[in-house]
């Protein structure tokens, strides 16, 4: 089950220079209570043991844990989750593995991937990019509030996390328009000195 939340950081570690257990005991002090690790860079062994020291660090604070695209990972380090791409396995075969308690969430980028998604084994949808980001190299095309709304009509109550160049400016409006909550890197991460004020400010901005 998808747990009660607004702000869902994701982080980077060649975004910040900080480790991932580093970020999450930032995050965490900003008030975050869910968090995904992401690490597109890292080999395996290196990620597994960052990703290792980042649950510990979670789970004093009873923060839960999902991991982006790394079920073999999620499986070995009991995480809370794990996050699912397009290229990933199927949401399916992650559930057979991690368990009908495990977090599944899983990316789509268009209105037609929303739709043959809803039906997945799936905690939440995210959706995504909404507005511009920096944080992909070679991002999808935006689908802007207009098409979060859309996004929402289409998949009913499932919940529904909205990604992509959200900030505390817009965090409402994103809200409003249909999202259960926003997943964030650079609004929180951009300055590794003010993770845990950033991620403060847009949680008192999602309110």
């Known amino acids: 089950m998808f747990p009660a939340t607004r702000v869902y950081p994701i982080t980077d570690v060649r975004l910040t220079g900080l480790t991932h257990a580093e970020q999450v005991a930032r995050l965490i002090r900003g008030g975050a209570t869910l968090i995904q690790l992401r690490e597109k860079h890292l080999p395996p062994h290196d990620f597994f043991e960052q990703a290792e020291q980042a649950i510990a660090v979670a789970r004093a604070q009873g923060v839960r844990i999902v991991i982006n695209d790394r079920v073999d990972i999620a499986l070995a380090l009991s995480a809370d989750g794990v996050h699912l791409g397009q290229d990933d396995i199927p949401p399916a075969a992650a559930r057979a593995m991690l368990g009908d308690r495990a977090i599944i969430g899983f990316s789509t980028h268009t209105l037609p991937q929303a739709r043959s998604a809803r039906d997945l084994p799936i905690d939440y949808l995210a959706i995504g990019p909404v507005f511009r980001t920096s944080s992909k190299s070679n991002p999808h095309p935006t689908i802007g509030l207009a098409g979060l709304k859309e996004v929402r009509d289409a998949i009913g109550e499932l919940p529904l996390v909205a990604i992509g160049g959200i900030t505390a400016t817009d965090v409402r409006n994103v809200l409003e328009s249909g ?29």
């Open 179 to 207: 999202a259960s909550c926003v997943a964030v890197i650079s609004a929180v991460l951009a300055s590794p000195e003010g993770i845990t004020a950033a991620t403060e400010q847009l949680i008192a901005a999602s309110r």
